[in-house]
């Protein structure tokens, strides 16, 4: 999140506020509609953010 928050030069709670993270860390989402369901995350961030996220989440649930 800060670092697309840097490169868009925003705030890191505008890419997800902190309600989003905890929910993407609890959730464990495996395939981008899963975010759907994800306080924060509607069409629009999904679109933009979700398989970035989606990517790294996977990546770290593969090395845990």
């Given at each position: ?17 902190d309600k ?13 509609d899963d ?16 398989q970035l ?12």
């Amino acid at each position: 999140r800060l670092d697309l928050a840097l490169k868009q030069e925003v705030p890191p709670y505008v890419i997800f506020p902190d309600k989003t993270l905890e929910e993407l860390c609890l959730l464990k989402p495996k395939r981008l509609d899963d975010l759907l369901a994800i306080s924060g995350i509607g069409q629009a961030k999904l679109a933009k953010y979700g398989q970035l996220f989606l990517a790294e989440i996977l990546a770290y649930q593969n090395e845990a």
